[in-house]
């Protein structure tokens, strides 16, 4: 479960002291997803940002099954992030110099080896109809193909919370469709907690949850 209490995230600038999350409460359970819309510049990112371990809010707090990963050393956050998070971006950040199975493995090699890694990367893959193409590089695939890499890189660890920011933005409607869809069917059968933020209505549309971004404040 992610229990969401108070969430604020505050920047103090030369200027200005700048409230960009403001008292965020929500809570979700193991499979159930939520999307999250709101205009440029209304938080949404920060959200995630602060809900994955990336940066440390204000005030408030965040819990994923019980757990502050604020609470933790460094070290500890870093190895949090990395076993129970997933995050699929934007762009898809795939190394070009590595093929689409060894960006998968990626988040595995850290830590201790997991030798199961490999052959559930492979499953993976052919869940996103990448099977034939685990050889290949991101320059040889689509855009739609490498957020589809980007997805299965994302679940290799069978995180407990996915977090995608925008993650049909740099996508064309009909591969955004495929790959709203890929993001629903994957999250039913892994039963994690998933928030997607987008600017788009209609892959908002694909998720039993909707809510809104305005002035920082989340409106369910």
């Not at 590595?98 to 559930?120: F, H, K, S, W, Y």
């Not at 977090?163 to 933005?169: A, K, R, V, Y």
């Amino acid at each position: 479960m992610l229990d969401v209490v108070g969430l604020g995230v505050t920047y103090t600038t030369a200027a200005a002291v700048l409230r960009i999350i403001d008292g965020v409460n929500f809570s979700l359970r193991a499979g159930e997803a939520a999307a999250v819309t709101g205009p440029s510049g209304s938080g949404k990112s920060t959200l995630l940002y602060a809900l994955g371990g990336l940066e440390a809010p204000t005030d408030g707090t965040v819990r994923l099954n019980g757990q502050n990963p604020y609470e933790l050393t460094a070290d500890g956050l870093a190895a949090f992030r990395n076993l129970q998070i997933g995050f699929v971006f934007q762009d898809h950040c795939l190394l070009p110099q590595c093929t689409v199975l060894e960006n998968v493995l990626l988040p595995t090699l850290v830590g201790t080896r997991d030798e199961t890694a490999e052959m559930r990367a492979r499953e993976l893959l052919t869940q996103v109809g990448l099977g034939a193409r685990i050889a290949h590089r991101p320059a040889q695939l689509s855009g739609g193909e490498r957020q589809r890499a980007a997805i299965a890189r994302a679940l290799i660890r069978e995180p407990r919370l996915v977090l995608c920011d925008e993650p049909t933005g740099n996508l064309d409607r009909d591969t955004a469709d495929t790959v709203g869809e890929l993001l629903q069917m994957l999250h039913e059968r892994q039963q994690s907690v998933m928030l997607v933020v987008t600017h788009s209505e209609r892959l908002a549309a694909r998720f039993e949850r909707q809510w809104r971004i305005e002035r920082g404040r989340l409106v369910t």
